[in-house]
C-alpha cells in the first residue's frame, strides 16, 4: 500500500473520481448559473441575453439587496465576534477537570444536533408575543414593559434570529475548539506553572498560540455559515418585517422560486458564491501570514 501511495500516477486515479464529483454536481451548476446571470429567464418560457443588466439592477436599483448584504454581515460579525468567543470560553470549562465535565459537553453540543428548522420552529413559538415563554417569563419577574412582538418588531426580529443561530451553533464549535485543546501536552501548562504562568496567562501565552490553526478554521467556518444563512431566517420570519432579516440567501430563493425571476436569482448566486470566496481568501490570507502576539 506504502509503494502503491508513493506513486503519483495512482493517487492521481484514486483521485479521479472525487474530481469527477464535484464537476458535475459542484462546478458545472455554478458555471450554469452565472450563465443564467446574464439571461432574462423565467424558468419556462426561452431566455433573453441581457449582459450585465441583472448585476446593475443588483448594484443601483433593489435597494433591498443592500439590506440583505448587511444583514448577512451582520450573521458574521456575531458568528465571529460573539458566538466564537463564548465557544472559546465553554471549550476552556468543559476542558478542566472536574465532576460532571462530559455531561455539560454534551448539554452544550445537544443544540446542533437539531435541525435548524426545528430549533427556528422552537423559538418561534418561544417567541409568540401571545402564548411565548420569553414574554410570559418577563411579566412573571415584573418586566411587562419589555415584551413585545420579538420576531414582529423591525428593530427585534434581526437581533431575535441572531440569538437562536448563535445557541444553535455556539457547541459545534466548542467541540472542535475542546478537540483541539485535547491535543495540547500537558507539559507545557505545568512548565508554565513552574514558572507562574497559571489562569489566564496560560491561556493567553500557550493555548491561544497551540490553537491558532484551529482557530482560524473556525473564523472560516463561521464566515462561509453566516453568508450562506437560509433556513433559520426563511422559517422564523421570511425575510420581514419590512425585510429587515432579509439576507442574500434568502432573497436569491424569493427571486428565483417566488417571483420567477431565474435570471435575477441568478445573478444573486453568483454575487453570494464569490462573497464566500472572497472574504474566505481573504481571511485565509491574514490568518495565514499575521502571527498575533499573545
Avoid at 464549535?173 to 475542546?178: G, K, T, V
Avoid at 508554565?192 to 484551529?214: E, M, N, Q, Y
Wanted: charged share 15%; glycine share 6%.
Amino acid at each position: 500500500m506504502e509503494r502503491a501511495l508513493s506513486n503519483k500516477k495512482i493517487i492521481a486515479l484514486f483521485l479521479l473520481p472525487g474530481l469527477f464529483v464535484f464537476l458535475i454536481f459542484y462546478f458545472v451548476p455554478i458555471v450554469m448559473t452565472a450563465y443564467y446571470s446574464l439571461q432574462d429567464w423565467d424558468g419556462i418560457n426561452p431566455m433573453t441575453f441581457i449582459g450585465l443588466d441583472n448585476y446593475t439592477k443588483m448594484f443601483t436599483v433593489d435597494k433591498s439587496f443592500w439590506q440583505a448584504v448587511w444583514n448577512s454581515l451582520a450573521f458574521l460579525l456575531v458568528g465571529v465576534f460573539i458566538q466564537l468567543p463564548v465557544s472559546f470560553a465553554l471549550a476552556l470549562l468543559v476542558s478542566r477537570k472536574m465532576k460532571g465535565r462530559k455531561w455539560f459537553r454534551n448539554i452544550y453540543f445537544f443544540p446542533v444536533v437539531m435541525s435548524t428548522t426545528m430549533v427556528s420552529l422552537l423559538w418561534v413559538k418561544i417567541y409568540d408575543p401571545n402564548i411565548g415563554m420569553l414574554n410570559t417569563l418577563m411579566d412573571t419577574l415584573g418586566l411587562g414593559a419589555w415584551t413585545g412582538a420579538w420576531l414582529g418588531d423591525t428593530k427585534t426580529a434581526l437581533l431575535s434570529v441572531l440569538i437562536v443561530t448563535t445557541w444553535h451553533y455556539v457547541g459545534y464549535n466548542m467541540l472542535i475548539l475542546f478537540a483541539g485543546m485535547q491535543g495540547i501536552p500537558e507539559q507545557y501548562y505545568e512548565a508554565a506553572k513552574l514558572d507562574g504562568a497559571t489562569g489566564w496567562k496560560a491561556v493567553r501565552h500557550i493555548t491561544f498560540p497551540l490553537l491558532s490553526d484551529v482557530l482560524r478554521i473556525c473564523i472560516v467556518l463561521n464566515v462561509i455559515y453566516a453568508l450562506k444563512t437560509f433556513e433559520s431566517v426563511y422559517v422564523m420570519t421570511n425575510g420581514g418585517p419590512l425585510n429587515s432579516t432579509t439576507v442574500i440567501a434568502l432573497k436569491m430563493f424569493q427571486e428565483a422560486f417566488l417571483r420567477q425571476n431565474f435570471g435575477y436569482g441568478s445573478a444573486l448566486a453568483v454575487f453570494m458564491v464569490l462573497e464566500c470566496l472572497v472574504i474566505s481568501w481573504v481571511l485565509n490570507k491574514i490568518l495565514t501570514q499575521e502571527k498575533i502576539e499573545y
